[in-house]
């Protein structure tokens, strides 16, 4: 498709380019265009010529799904009529967000084009803090009198339906607070002369405005809502959060997490939007940190070593020992951290976690430890025969070291995240880095421990 609109930009068959808008999706439109917007082979002049031909009902639909750099450029070739048309047709939650995305420049131009009751609008959503329920959502919705019958709702839903994002769940109010919900298909499959209060559910689940984003979200996967209300102090409803903001947040804070996962700072910017020096210093911190405490392990090593010196073979385990261990906390903090997610495992279950965790770990720890126990004794009976040390020995003292290391590995893996957890942390930093620093230098402490024992040492 790409390689036929460039060609009919060449032609400059702009009618062509038209017809085939006119048969695609929004969201596939905006890709197309981001397209040419990416490519620097591409004259960026035509992108606004290409936007203008997109029917005015399709436009600001369009518009949303662009990033925002694409939305400024297009913003700064508009003129301010063409600015206010994409303004009255974007939601109100959207327009917000591109404004956040904006330049003080490209703002003051958008809310100067906006009329008043949309400024007020914005200027009502920003003034929530950023994290928020209310800086989410959108007070574009349908609201029913209790006292109506279902076919004046219906009127009013056909009257103002087309300028609200969503007409699949009504709300009920009553002097603004909300006494009830009910669905488009409740009012389709009741009589005309239905009264409203007696068909809509009075049992509303409601979010507080200064609710957490993330908390919002989850209420969507627990409750399968297509909108959720979101409400002030006194139950007056100011808006709602939709499906597509709350799917937008789960993507959002899943990306946070995995970056924080994997000893990184969350980036907002696409990986190519992102200067070489912003990945550098969003991954510089946590490198030192983990550096550093690192050098932990090495004093360890250099304490013990007159036990390597008697039996040197010793040192080869440790990189073994420590990978095991690592990987055993990187496995349970996954877990954990997964759990705590999606409401899964709450901070009281915390005695419950480490003990499950426990009975896990010496499972797993048994398992390991008799398998390269086995290999070990195997290995420097039958083929290295030449050691400094009994390989009965040997292998009892690693056995021994990984369920050790593997047993307090999964416990830090689950017991850091709900701690974490308990300071109001993100659980996301006590992921697989800053677990396995801490258990290589603790399973390195029990090997050397445990050696020191075993050949009197």
């Not at 789960?250 to 070489?276: C, G, L, W």
């Not at 901070?347 to 499950?356: G, H, Q, T």
Request: hydrophobic share 45%.
């Amino acid at each position: 498709m790409y390689n036929t609109v460039l060609q009919l930009i060449e032609q400059r068959n702009l009618k062509a380019i038209k017809i085939i808008f006119e048969n695609m999706n929004e969201a596939d439109i905006a890709d197309l265009l981001q397209q040419f917007h990416d490519e620097t082979d591409v004259d960026q002049k035509d992108l606004p010529l290409l936007f203008r031909l997109l029917p005015k009902d399709v436009a600001a639909d369009v518009f949303a799904y662009m990033d925002s750099d694409m939305q400024e450029m297009l913003i700064n070739s508009f003129t301010d009529r063409e600015l206010q048309q994409v303004i009255d047709d974007l939601f109100i939650d959207d327009t917000v967000d591109i404004i956040e995305e904006m330049p003080a420049n490209v703002v003051s131009r958008i809310l100067k084009n906006a009329d008043m009751e949309t400024r007020k609008q914005i200027n009502q959503i920003l003034k929530y803090p950023k994290d928020s329920a209310g800086s989410i959502m959108t007070t574009e919705y349908v609201y029913l009198n209790k006292d109506m019958t279902v076919n004046e709702a219906l009127k009013k839903i056909r009257q103002l339906g087309m300028v609200k994002e969503t007409v699949y769940t009504l709300y009920v109010t009553e002097n603004r607070k909300l006494i009830g919900v009910l669905s488009v298909l409740d009012i389709l499959t009741s009589d005309d002369d239905d009264v409203i209060e007696d068909i809509m559910d009075t049992n509303v689940i409601t979010v507080d405005t200064h609710e957490d984003r993330e908390l919002v979200a989850a209420q969507f996967s627990k409750y399968d809502f297509l909108a959720l209300p979101v409400v002030d102090k006194e139950n007056r409803i100011v808006g709602i959060v939709t499906f597509d903001d709350a799917m937008d947040v789960m993507q959002e804070e899943n990306t946070e997490d995995f970056s924080r996962m994997a000893a990184m700072a969350p980036i907002e910017d696409p990986y190519f939007k992102t200067s070489v020096f912003a990945h550098a210093r969003n991954r510089i911190l946590w490198l030192l940190v983990l550096m550093l405490s690192a050098t932990i392990t090495g004093s360890i090593i250099t304490r013990y070593e007159a036990a390597f010196a008697a039996v040197p073979l010793l040192v080869s385990f440790i990189p073994m020992l420590t990978g095991t261990g690592g990987n055993c906390g990187s496995q349970t903090s996954t877990m954990i951290i997964r759990g705590m997610s999606l409401g899964e495992i709450r901070l009281k279950d915390f005695f419950k976690v480490v003990f499950k965790e426990f009975r896990i770990s010496l499972i797993v720890s048994i398992i390991l430890a008799v398998v390269n126990g086995i290999r070990i004794y195997v290995t420097y009976t039958y083929f290295y025969t030449d050691i400094s040390a009994e390989p009965i020995k040997l292998s009892i003292t690693v056995s021994l070291a990984i369920i050790a290391t593997v047993i307090m590995s999964k416990l830090i893996g689950c017991m850091l995240p709900m701690l974490a957890k308990r300071l109001h942390l993100d659980p996301a930093i006590m992921a697989a880095p800053l677990i396995t620093t801490i258990v290589d230098t603790c399973s390195t402490l029990v090997f050397f421990n445990i050696a020191m024992q075993m050949f009197n040492l």
